[in-house]
Structure formats: structure tokens, C-alpha cells
């Protein structure tokens, strides 16, 4: 087999674990309600659930980031995600509190190993390729998502049990899974990227003096895209209900067509980094993200506010997957730590998201409210640089033209 044809059969198959992740994740995460009434969660109690995840997830990256220096992330990967969707079906399987408790703490476990793994093999294939794709591997995580939401609303439509939504989607799914993980790529190595996740692996290296300093801006631009993404999740809805005057039903479009203009714009995204560079296209998504709120805070009707909601789909999406990109380009030899601990704030953003707007919003005004994600978005201009400066310009200064497919890799071990 080329190494051509090796490195495509490894990014079609973690964009297919990336689609999958988009739908287990849309499966439980619109479900909530009816979790809630089958283990009779009180509304007092439904945030500690909630927040048990993302903490969870969290230590679960961090333990990654020590793992993957003994076993390639391939092999993570391999076992992480059929522990995803074998959790999301104990959700939807028990009965008692204890049931749900612990189905949930291992969904978070082992979500958080996925989430990790799964970015440190995209940033490795990027490297390989010499091109921007990162934001095509996050297109097919948000199509997923459409799917996932799109199966929900069946099976609540359809007044199915909370299992008999989710069998189906494992019993397709995890056979799936396994055969892809055939063909994860690890280690790989682009000509004058310098040392990959595999020489990491083999060194033992971290950061080193001063590393996480340098990797601090990216981690808060992961925050606050991530507040601002949790934002429109955990608030769009009641948001064009309470404040806008619109129907029950017209609520719900809003994080649809937020997800719609999310995958439109990662699916084209690499396009955009590989003419214009990373820097420009996250300033441009900043921007754009931060009138989306701008917009949502002074609508004056619904629809408007759903103009708002597209902008921030438009204008976040891009964000999230060139951030771990870049951490890959400013720790090249020590990639896998870096997208590791900058995967956790992946999950502190979520947790600081929905109440710091919810609170906000039942203190002062939900319009006003908005404003705030507005404003932590715009500290993604004030760290623009970390995408592109003298030391991070892998993938912009010197990418592949169009047309020339040959690639010069070592192929690292994929645990297969």
C-alpha cells in the first residue's frame, strides 16, 4: 500500500469516528429531558449530573496526555469510543439513580480519552498532509451532530424508551467503529514538520520550560469559544421563547440551523486557511461570531434573532479546530501533551458557559446576557497571533499545491 493511499484510508476514517462522536454526543445531550424523567432526576440535582461529565472528561484528557507516551493514540481512540457508545446505551438501559450515575461517569471518562485522542490523530494527518484539514474532520462531527438530533427528535416523536433509541444507533455504529480503527494513522511525519506524536511518544517529552505559558492564549480562546458555543446549545431556545415572543416550535430551530451553518462553514473552512492563512480566518470567524451576538442581544423578533444564531454557527466553527491545530504547530515534538491539556478547557468552557449566562440573565437581563459571550469571544483577537505567528506558520507558508499528492511519511505505529 503507497503512503498515499495509507494516509487517505487514515483520514477517512477518523473523520467517520469524528461523524460518530457528532451523533452519540447529539443522542444524549438532546435527550436530557426525558433522562431526567426516567430516573426521576430533580431539577436541583440535574446540574451535578450534568457537570459530572465535562469534570470527568476533563481528568480523563489529562490521563490521556500520560498514556499516549506508552500506547499511540489510534489505540486510545480504538477502545475509547466503543466505551462512548456502550455508555450512551447504559443511559438509556437502567432504572435507578445509581444506574444513570454511573453510566454517566463513564460516558465522561471515556469521552474525554475520545475528544483527545481523536484531535491528537487529526493533528498528526495535518501535519502529513502539509495541508489544513482539521476543520473538514470537525464538518463531519457537526454532520453527525444533525443526525444524532435529527434520531432524537424520531424517537421522542415516535414516544420511543430512551433504549430503544439508542440500540439502534449502537448496534449500526460500534461494528463500524471497529472497522475503521483499523486504519488510524499514528505518528505520521510531513517533510520539514519536524517530530510528530510518535517521536513524543518515544522521547518522553513534555512541553518544556515556559511551554504551557506559551499555550495559555490558545487555551482561553478555547474557553471563551466554547462558553459561546455552550451559549447557544443551553440558551437559543428559551432566549427566542422568553425574550423574543416566539412559538414553542419556531424555539427550536435556532440550534438547528445553528449546527447546519456550523457544518456549512467547517466543510469549506479549510479552503478559506489554505488561500487566506489561520490567522485571518479565525479573525474573520471572531468577528463574525461576536455580531452574531451582537445581533441575538438587540433583535427586536424572533427572526431576527435566528439571523443572530446563524452568524455565531458561521463565525465559531472555525475556531475550536484551528486552535488544536495550532497547538500542534507550536509543539511539534510534543503535540499529544499539548492538544491534551488544551482539550480540558474544551470542558471548562462548557461548564462555565450555562450558568454564567443563566446567571446573568436572571440578575440583570438575558439581552444583556448575550453580550458577555460577545465580549470573551473578541479575546480570540487579542491572541490571534498564537495561529500564525514566526513559529507556528506550518500549513500556511509552505502547503502542498493543488494537484501534488505525494507525501513523505514514516509511518508510525497504529496499535493495529
Known amino acids: 500500500m503507497t503512503e498515499d493511499v495509507w494516509l487517505r484510508r487514515g ?24 433522562i431526567q424523567e426516567q430516573y426521576g432526576i430533580s431539577d436541583g440535582l440535574l446540574p451535578a449530573f450534568l457537570a459530572a461529565v465535562p469534570i470527568l472528561a476533563g481528568v480523563a484528557s489529562v490521563a490521556t496526555e500520560h498514556l499516549v507516551k506508552r500506547v499511540p493514540p489510534g489505540t486510545v481512540l480504538r477502545w475509547a469510543q466503543p466505551l462512548v457508545l456502550l455508555s450512551l446505551l447504559g443511559v438509556g438501559a437502567g432504572s435507578r439513580m445509581w444506574h444513570v450515575a454511573l453510566a454517566l461517569g463513564a460516558f465522561g471518562l471515556s469521552v474525554g480519552a475520545l475528544d483527545a485522542s481523536m484531535n491528537m490523530l ?5 501535519r502529513a498532509y502539509g495541508r489544513s484539514i482539521m476543520l473538514g474532520f470537525h464538518a463531519a462531527y457537526s454532520l453527525g451532530g444533525i443526525v444524532g438530533a435529527s434520531a432524537a427528535w424520531a424517537g ?22 471497529f472497522q475503521g480503527s483499523r486504519f488510524y494513522v499514528d505518528g505520521a511525519v510531513g517533510a520539514g514538520a519536524g517530530a510528530g506524536a510518535g517521536a513524543e511518544r518515544v522521547a518522553g517529552k513534555g ?60 466543510a469549506v473552512g479549510d479552503l478559506g486557511v489554505r488561500r487566506f492563512g489561520a490567522v485571518a480566518v479565525v479573525r474573520i470567524g471572531t468577528l463574525v461570531a461576536a455580531g452574531g451576538f451582537a445581533v441575538v442581544a438587540a433583535a427586536p423578533g424572533a427572526w431576527v434573532g435566528m439571523l443572530g444564531f446563524t452568524l455565531l454557527g458561521i463565525g465559531l466553527c472555525v475556531i475550536v479546530p484551528q486552535t488544536f491545530a495550532a497547538a500542534g504547530r507550536l509543539f511539534p515534538g510534543a503535540s499529544d501533551t499539548a492538544i491534551a491539556r488544551l482539550n480540558i478547557f474544551n470542558y471548562v468552557g462548557f461548564l462555565i458557559g450555562s450558568p454564567l449566562v443563566g446567571g446573568i440573565g436572571d440578575a440583570w437581563s438575558y439581552r444583556g446576557a448575550m453580550l458577555v459571550p460577545m465580549v470573551l469571544v473578541l479575546v480570540t483577537l487579542v491572541h490571534a497571533r498564537s495561529f500564525g505567528a514566526d513559529g507556528a506558520r506550518y500549513g500556511v507558508g509552505h502547503e502542498r499545491r493543488a494537484g501534488d499528492r ?10 493495529v
Open 11 to 34: 483520514r477517512r476514517s477518523l473523520g467517520f469516528s469524528f461523524f460518530v462522536q457528532g451523533v452519540t454526543f447529539a443522542l444524549l445531550v438532546t435527550r436530557i429531558p426525558a
Open 122 to 126: 487529526g493533528v498528526s494527518l495535518q
Open 156 to 177: 421522542a416523536h415516535w414516544q420511543l424508551s430512551l433504549f430503544a433509541s439508542y440500540l439502534p444507533a449502537v448496534v449500526v455504529l460500534l461494528p463500524l467503529v
Open 207 to 266: 512541553l518544556g520550560a515556559g511551554g504551557f505559558k506559551l499555550l495559555l492564549p490558545l487555551c482561553l480562546v478555547m474557553a471563551c469559544a466554547y462558553i459561546g458555543d455552550s451559549t447557544v446549545s443551553n440558551w437559543s431556545a428559551k432566549y427566542l421563547q422568553d425574550v423574543l415572543g416566539s412559538s414553542e416550535q419556531l424555539a427550536t430551530v435556532p440550534y438547528n440551523v445553528y449546527m447546519v451553518t456550523t457544518l456549512i462553514g467547517r
Open 406 to 415: 505525494a507525501v513523505d511519511v514514516g509511518r508510525g505505529g497504529n496499535g
